[in-house]
């Protein structure tokens, strides 16, 4: 094995400082009162009320920034789209509709491909917003918004390469993101609608979309023998009997191990009042699935169902640990 070359680790940890002193510029240039923090609130706001789409262009390294920030968009509740400069020269203008924003990324502000598109904004009156260090240049002279970057060194030691300016870049697109999803009030469950493959989607999942409902709820009424309680829980298989009012609100809950408890006595004398519990756990239908198994993993309590009931205390459904282990989430 070579040995590590300590100049090589010297040159990456320089790059890494000047990268991160890119950031912090950033920062410093988003505080209170400065320019940039006043054009990224217009920026949130024009967002956060657009009927349209955020259409998100960028050639080269800012094409691949902008092509990431459109996705982070997209899956955090601002519909958005990408439209490569070059492309919409050809017939991707179309793409473009009068209620749409346009969020263009240059670190210049003189890409050649990107002219039409300023060309396009212009006549249709479409808002154009530009990321960019050159305040001077022609993307920001044409600009309704200029969101501009601080004019940091580059971590490349040629000063060609982007790197420091992608990097801010991005994390601008991030922060954008992340205000608008705060903004907008997103939650985990919206999205997990936009993430629904793979494990995150899995742990995404919200109750609603795994539980039991309608005639698959094992339901009685207080009044009910135990013996009819048990051919209902055999029936529906799912390890419990919920115990409704004469209203049908959730009153109580029985489980096996309740069964199990109550052979000690005469079961044939014995109504599922007697050996319900009068306080279930319950959970709602909007939860995520996740939080739901928590819920019923408690080390003190560990269950393994538990009802879905509504804000007036209906009873809408039934999860059980097995549904949480099909889906993946347990």
Known sequence: MNPINVSDIDIALNALSLESKGIQDLINALQNKTKLAKSFLQTVQKISTLKGRVVLTGIGKSGHIAKKIQSTLASTGTPSLFVHPAEASHGDLGMIQNDDLILAISASGETQELFNIIVHAKRFNIPLISIT????????KNSNIILALPQS???CPLGLAPTTSTLMQLALGDVLAITLLKKKHFTASDFGIYHPGGRLGSKLKIVKDLMHTKHDIPLGKPQMPITEAIMEMTKKALGCIGIISEKNQLIGLITDGDLRRAFNKDIRKLTTYDI??????TIRADMLAAEALKIMNNKNHPITCLFVVDENNYPIGVLHIHDLLRAGIA
């Open 133 to 140: 260090i050159n305040t001077f240049s022609t993307l920001a």
């Open 153 to 155: 060194k580059e971590a």
């Open 276 to 281: 319900m519990n009068p306080i279930p756990l």
